[in-house]
């Protein structure tokens, strides 16, 4: 049974750094392209940016260029959004996922608000 597990979020003030976790089981995150994407309220869900299946390929959502990293660590089946200097823009629920192919059941998400 396929589950991903994201953690990380919280309420941070704008400039602010998180780091998201995005733990799977049931399935080798190594064999697929992977994202992170987000869901704020009264919008559809977003892809904010994927990384290749070696890590060795990233691509990142014009909103977040330069502010968000996305890394993976296949030997501990883990994704990993680093986001700096957040806007009160980025406020979202944020799931990791698959990319490119069918999805895995989504995950709770981890909720990210970015508030004064």
């Known amino acids: 049974q396929v589950q991903l597990v994201e953690s990380g979020g919280g309420l941070v003030q704008p400039g602010g750094s998180l780091r998201l976790s995005c733990a799977a089981s049931?399935?080798?995150?190594?064999?697929?392209?992977m994202g992170w994407y987000r869901q704020a309220p009264g919008k559809q869900r977003e892809l904010v940016a994927r990384?290749?299946?070696?890590?060795?390929?990233?691509n990142y959502a014009d909103s977040v260029k330069g502010r968000f990293t996305i890394s993976r660590d296949n030997a501990k089946n883990t994704v990993y959004l680093q986001m700096n200097s957040l806007k009160p823009e980025d406020t979202a629920v944020y799931h990791c996922?698959?990319?490119?192919?069918?999805?895995?059941?989504w995950g709770q998400g981890t909720q990210v608000i970015v508030s004064s």
């Open positions: 996922n698959r990319f490119g192919t069918l999805p895995a059941p």
């Open positions: 990384i290749s299946s070696d890590g060795g390929s990233t």
């Open positions: 049931g399935m080798l995150v190594s064999s697929y392209v």
